[in-house]
């Protein structure tokens, strides 16, 4: 609901931030947002990814944080960021990892549901924490939206984020012990980060 588009009106006052969401619920929140923090709302756009409502060459830089999971469709949503992109511009992807054992959205460990969603969807639903927002995900891998990358010929820059264990609580410590030796002994990154500029 718009909260790295208000973060960068109001800490980048001299630039010019534009957003788009295409879910009516989320929309209103950030209607009610924008008033809040006096974002002008006409730069603001009710839209999906796979169709940006704005002209080809357009930003200097696109954030898309932990939504491209989200799209109807992923090779056509990152071609439109590629297209309204300037060529000098930056456009910055973070996803999940869905071979890493858990589920970020519910925040939870898990069978990794890029191999395992028939399981991930038992284990969500015998803790109760099971909606249908987890049958909306697009369970891919870093070889997954590799291979999106490479189809659609674009240049890029990797970063896998892993879980670092000496960071954590000595409770998450516990929590995360089995999900890090698997990860850890596999080496598949928890996040990733891709950056296309140029």
Same mark, same amino acid.
């Given at each position: 609901t718009g909260a790295e588009l208000f973060y960068f009106h109001k800490n980048y006052p001299g630039s010019k931030i534009f957003g788009i969401e295409p879910y009516n619920k989320a929309v209103e929140i950030i209607e009610m947002k924008a008033k809040l923090f006096s974002y002008p709302i006409k730069q603001f756009k009710v839209a999906q990814s796979e169709n940006i409502p704005f002209q080809d060459d357009f930003f200097d830089l696109i954030i898309c944080f932990s939504v491209i999971e989200h799209v109807d469709n992923v090779k056509q949503s990152i071609k439109e960021m590629v297209r309204v992109k300037k060529n000098s511009g930056v456009?910055?992807?973070?996803?999940p990892n869905f071979s890493f054992p858990g589920e970020q959205h519910y925040? +939870? *460990?898990? $069978?990794?549901? #890029? %191999?395992?969603?028939v399981l991930s969807r038992l284990h969500l639903k015998i803790i109760k924490r099971y909606t249908h927002f987890f049958e909306s995900l697009n369970f891919f891998n870093d070889?997954?939206?590799? #291979? +999106?990358?490479?189809?659609?010929g674009v240049k890029f820059d990797r970063y896998d984020q892993y879980l670092n264990f000496s960071l954590l609580s000595r409770r998450d #410590? *516990? $929590?995360?012990?089995?999900?890090? +030796?698997?990860a850890k002994l596999l080496k598949i990154s928890r996040? %990733?980060?891709? +950056?296309?500029s140029g």
């Open positions: 456009l910055y992807i973070n996803t925040r +939870i *460990i898990t $069978f990794p549901p #890029k %191999q395992f969603s070889s997954d939206l590799d #291979k +999106i990358l490479l189809d659609i #410590k *516990i $929590f995360y012990l089995v999900p890090y +030796i698997y996040t %990733q980060h891709i +950056i296309i």
